[in-house]
């Protein structure tokens, strides 16, 4: 019998970004799914969220489309970001000096409202809209208020979770 600590275990990143990935398994967008982990400066979960709709807001009800020529026959009138959604539904913490981990880099709506709630560094996997003026705007918003952005680097090691 071993009398050291077990040896492997996966990181503080994986952890938290395996969190943000399992939260946006709960969104119902059907192109695509976002999910986010909000983290104290010790490491504590703070707030979690994913896309969806606002609360009251039937998600058979409203549109799931993203081509129309009216902008409120889109989802993007009414789909709240994972972003957006873990900092309103954090119940009250300070999010000063937080990490937020995510799976899709944050567009410059969600940007300003983590710049104004004090979140210092994002983590993010995908950057796949990295070309798009929101992105752009994103990125140079989080430049100027010093809030320090890395891509998560995958490991590569897989968890089976049975549900």
């Known amino acids: 019998m071993s009398t050291g600590k077990r040896e492997v275990y996966i990181s503080w ?4 970004m395996g969190i943000a990935i399992l939260s946006s398994k709960r969104s119902k ?12 400066q010790d490491n504590k979960i703070l707030s979690m969220g994913y896309n969806g709709f606002p609360k009251g807001c039937s998600d058979d009800e409203f549109p799931w489309g993203k081509n129309s020529d009216k902008y409120d026959e889109t989802k993007y009138a009414y789909v709240a970001h994972a972003e957006l959604n873990a900092i309103l539904n954090n119940p009250g913490a300070s999010l000063i000096g937080a990490k937020l981990y995510v799976t899709l880099f944050p567009c410059n709506e969600c940007a300003k409202a983590i710049i104004q709630s004090g979140i210092k560094e994002v983590i993010y996997g995908s950057d796949k809209y990295s070309d798009q003026p929101s992105t ?13 952005c890395r891509q998560y680097i995958p490991t590569g090691n897989k968890i089976t979770i049975e549900l």
Do not use: H, R
Request: hydrophobic share 40%; with cysteine.
């Open 13 to 16: 990143d994986e952890y938290f």
């Open 136 to 148: 752009i705007a994103s990125k140079w918003m989080f430049d100027a208020a010093q809030v320090k």
């Open 29 to 40: 967008d059907p192109s695509t799914q976002v999910g986010c982990c909000i983290v104290s």
